[in-house]
């Protein structure tokens, strides 16, 4: 199976405006509640793409009975760690009229001791059954920095890494199979900015010195960039005409690389499957609801050009 895990989901609020107006009254044409969150979208995106797969997340309050509703009613499999915080709640606003997205976070709020040490117990459980691993997302406040080099060291199989920072470079001696930043991301974890596509290599051969297998790097709409010990790769975008909500275009990535690498891919073809979920995810409303069946048609689309390194 593809373990999906992490400890900050979100109870997704999602308002679409025919035109929004900053500092106005905005009235919505539509409103959607829906599972997301890194966790959650990676492990909806997972399932929708075929095979045994497991979502592992805390969730707690109010919006829990709702989670779980969701996730049965799409057949999603899932263990949650119940908390006594309730689950955040993210809204993104949709203006139909300019294309843009507003996304408006809050910060995954902090886990008691006990359920932290639930968490730990389960994972180290559902890893030792796993293929691969999607271990993804920030960690909430108050959680040891150390958390996930914790949870790596009980995992059997490849991990597909989907966070930053410090506690992305202190895992890398570990050799995770894969780490997938995106842009913004590899300069955090970089320290530094990567105003161009010269900064970009260098950035991403540091995480390949440190330990990691292959870095995968997304940019929204332009290539992505993938990069190993010996290959090197620019992966053109697909063109989307009907783009509706970007959210979760990451997280589609992860999913696919880690589902690609359980059905025994390599990995330049695995990239391509990332290239086309994130392009099905565009044009959808709910994040991560991928039809598995045009993702691997669009992957046949996916043009690749080899780097040298």
Known sequence: MILSAGLTPA????????GFRYGEVNRAAEVHWCASGKVFNAGIAAHHLGGPSLTL???????????????????VPN???????????CTTLLDRATGTMTELVENGRPLAPDELDAFRAAYAEEASQAAVVVLIGS????????LYR???EQTPCPVVLDFRGEGLLGVLDLKPLVVKPNREELAA???????????????????????????LVSDGGNPAWLLGTSAGYRF??????NAVNPIGCGDAMAAAVAWAVRDGRAMVDAVRLAVAAAA?????????????GRVEELAKAVRVDRLPV
């Open 11 to 18: 109870w997704q609020h999602i308002l679409l405006f025919d």
């Open 57 to 75: 997340a805390p969730a707690g309050g109010s919006p829990l009975p709702l989670v779980r509703g969701e996730l049965r009613a799409l057949g």
């Open 79 to 89: 263990r949650l760690i119940v908390t006594r915080q309730p689950i955040r709640v």
């Open 139 to 146: 960690l909430p406040e108050g959680t040891p920095a150390s």
């Open 150 to 152: 914790e949870l790596l």
């Open 189 to 215: 974890t970089a320290g530094k900015p990567l105003e161009n596509d010269d900064d970009l290599l260098p950035a991403m051969r540091s995480l390949v010195d440190r330990g990691a297998q292959w870095v």
């Open 236 to 241: 053109h975008p697909l063109p989307v005409t």
């Open 280 to 292: 099905d995810n565009l044009a959808g409303l709910l994040p991560c609801r991928l039809d598995a």
